[in-house]
Each structure stands twice: as structure tokens, then as C-alpha cells.
């Protein structure tokens, strides 16, 4: 039987982190079991924001794949490959450019964030602004019924969504209509945002005990707790989300101690670094692992990068077709 197809993918623009793990890496490759998944690392995306910082990519996208390899990927089930392997993504975002508007990109809330977060120092370029239509085309090249994704990526599927219902509209049936399964969304060591590679909030997956025990000493707790005698209140504080997400056993425990004062913020803190630092230990074997085998990366996206660009000629060729574009009175 014909496996459904399952698409996502992350941007090479540094280490993974937990909120990745948690929002993203542990269903996604929970799902392999079940769909044909190819994962895509967007290395053009990611020069959207790092275009002056190009030559870090190589390494970032490396991580990544032993990231993949730790959390799970599975190599002889799904395809990895980057998004410059397949031209067929560039070819659709040129082609999906002329189904949106200008007003309606500026309209999406996840692109008003990030440009607000730029400061006023920095402003957007084309393919910043852009980079919504280009993730459009990443999303149904391959054709997916499922695409997860975190929360803040809803308007971009949405936009995704409406671009290949245009294009079905105008030009015929092509695109199946992807939906997007949404992970929970984790917040950063700030307790401010949600844990990001560019806020400097993140737990990384690689990071060594002793760090995620000084980031976690350094995590924001109830602001109305200022003293070890107050009592707290879990539902503000970023440390019992991450009990939350990585101990949901001692959940009721952390919360009740927390509420009648009975564990200060410190204890707190050192029983959560002791609970991800238990998480990250086997993965980081895994990742060790994977790393002392040599060609294991290049072969992964080789093998990927041709076949993602098999699948992708396959769409483009219809798409070409529906439109008219195939030319043959001129080149056939
Ligand atoms: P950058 O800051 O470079 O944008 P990022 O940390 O936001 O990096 P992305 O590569 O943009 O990571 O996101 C990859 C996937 O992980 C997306 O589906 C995104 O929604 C999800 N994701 C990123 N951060 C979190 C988070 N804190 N909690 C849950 N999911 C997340
Ligand atoms: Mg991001």
C-alpha cells in the first residue's frame, strides 16, 4: 500500500535545541512508522536572515543531521536533503510569487514579529518578506498530507494552504490540500519568547551538563516569588514547563511543593538541570555514535537530494503541463 506523505524541515541556522526536540523532532520521526517523510533543511531559508554569515551553513547542516540521526531519523525509511539539491523549490516559489500579494504577505503575524525583533536598524529584504511563498512551494512540491510544524508556523501553512488552492483554481488539480499537525510550543530559558536558535534562549541538544545547569540557574521563575517563603505560582514560571515537557510524572509533585512553598526556586532549578541533562545523556551517546561514522552525512543527503529531486521533476512537470508551459510546439 501507497504510504501518505509527510513533509517538513528546519533551518541550518545553528544548533538544535529542546523546544525542536519537543515541538517538532519527537513526532515527527515517530511518524516515519506510518508515512513516507522526507525532511528538508532549508539552507536557502535560512540565508533570509544569515546571508552574511553563508559559509557557517556547511557546519549548522552537519549538526543538524546527527541531530536527525540522535532524535530518531531513519535513514532507510525517509529522505533528508537540502533545499539547494532540489531547483524544482525554486523554480515553484518563482511560479507560486504571482498567486500572493504584497499587502497579503505583510498582513502574516509570524513575518510582523520577526521584522519587530529585527530592531529598526535592520530592515526586511525581498527575501525575507518572501520567504513565506518560498516555504509554499517547499510545503507542496512533494505533495504531503501531513505537515508538522510549530505553532509558529500556522500562518505560513495557511498561506501554503491558500497558495495551492489558487493554483488549483486557475490552472487544475495538482496539489492536495496539505494540513499542518501542530506540536506544542516551548518557551526559552527567558521565559519571555519561545526558545529560538536567534534569541539566545535555547537549551541546546548538544550542550554539556555543566551548561544546562549554569542556563537553567539562570531561568526566569514566578516574578511574585521574591522571597524562598512566598509561595509560587507554576503556571508563570518557564522551570515547571520544562518539568512539564520532560517530567510530566513529577508534575503534580513540582506544582504542589511550588504552591505551599516547599521547595525554593534554587532546588528547583537543580532537580530540572538533573532531569534534562538525564534526557540529553543518551542522546548525546547516540549523536557520538553516529559522528564516529565517516561519509554517513554525505551519503544521507546524496542519496536524498536525488531523490527529493526525482519527486519534485514529477510535480513541475504537472505544473508546467496544467499551465501551459511545456512549450513543445517550440522545444518538442
Ligand atoms: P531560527 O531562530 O533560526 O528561526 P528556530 O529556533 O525558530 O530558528 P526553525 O528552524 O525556524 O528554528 O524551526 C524549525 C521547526 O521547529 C519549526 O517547525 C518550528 O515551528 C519548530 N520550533 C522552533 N522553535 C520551537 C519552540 N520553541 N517550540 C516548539 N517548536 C519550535
Ligand atoms: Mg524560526
Redesign the pocket.
Known amino acids: 500500500m501507497k504510504r501518505a506523505i509527510l513533509m517538513?524541515?528546519?533551518?541550518?541556522?545553528?544548533q538544535m535545541?529542546?523546544?525542536?526536540y519537543?515541538?517538532?523532532l519527537k513526532n515527527r520521526f515517530a511518524m516515519q512508522k506510518d508515512y513516507r517523510c522526507f525532511f528538508m533543511i532549508?539552507d536557502y531559508q535560512?540565508l533570509t536572515?544569515h546571508s552574511d554569515r553563508s559559509s557557517d551553513l556547511e557546519g549548522y547542516i552537519r549538526e543538524m543531521v546527527l541531530d536527525y540521526l540522535a532524535a530518531g531519523f531513519d535513514p532507510e525509511r525517509s529522505v533528508c536533503f537540502l533545499q539547494s539539491q532540489v531547483p524544482q523549490l525554486a523554480e515553484l516559489t518563482a511560479i507560486f510569487g504571482n498567486l500572493v500579494t504584497l499587502p497579503r504577505l505583510m498582513r502574516n503575524p509570524t513575518i510582523k514579529q520577526?521584522i519587530e525583533e529585527m530592531g529598526v536598524n535592520k530592515r526586511p529584504t525581498f527575501g525575507f518578506v518572501g520567504y513565506p511563498v518560498s516555504q509554499a512551494a517547499d510545503i507542496v512540491l512533494f505533495r504531503p498530507e501531513c505537515v508538522?510544524?510549530?505553532?509558529?508556523?500556522r500562518p505560513h501553512m495557511e498561506l501554503a494552504q491558500e497558495v495551492a488552492a489558487r493554483f488549483n483554481g486557475i490552472y487544475g488539480e495538482v496539489f492536495p490540500i496539505p494540513e499542518g499537525v501542530y506540536?506544542?510550543?516551548?518557551?526559552?530559558t527567558d521565559g519571555r519568547r519561545?526558545?529560538?536558535?536567534?534569541?539566545g534562549n535555547?537549551i541546546s541538544l548538544t550542550d554539556a551538563p555543566e551548561v544546562v545547569e549554569a542556563k537553567v540557574g539562570g531561568m526566569v521563575t514566578d516574578p511574585g516569588r521574591v522571597r524562598r517563603s512566598v509561595p509560587g505560582r507554576p503556571e508563570l514560571c518557564s522551570v515547571f514547563a520544562y518539568y512539564r515537557a520532560f517530567a510530566a510524572e513529577q508534575e503534580d509533585a513540582v506544582a504542589a511543593d511550588c504552591r505551599a512553598a516547599a521547595v525554593g526556586c534554587t532546588d528547583c532549578k537543580a532537580g530540572l538541570a538533573g532531569v534534562l541533562n538525564t534526557f540529553l545523556e543518551p542522546f548525546q551517546e547516540r549523536r557520538a555514535e553516529f559522528e564516529k561514522q565517516p561519509g554517513l552525512v554525505r551519503d544521507i543527503l546524496n542519496l536524498g537530494g536525488s531523490t527529493a529531486r526525482i519527486e519534485g521533476q514529477r510535480t513541475l512537470e504537472q505544473v508546467k503541463e496544467v499551465m501551459g508551459l511545456r512549450y513543445e510546439s517550440l522545444l518538442g
Open positions: 517538513t524541515g528546519d533551518r541550518p541556522t545553528g535545541h529542546l523546544g525542536h519537543v515541538g517538532s532549508a535560512a536572515t520577526e508538522p510544524m510549530g505553532e509558529d508556523q506540536g506544542e510550543r516551548m518557551v526559552g519561545k526558545m529560538s536558535k536567534s534569541y535555547a
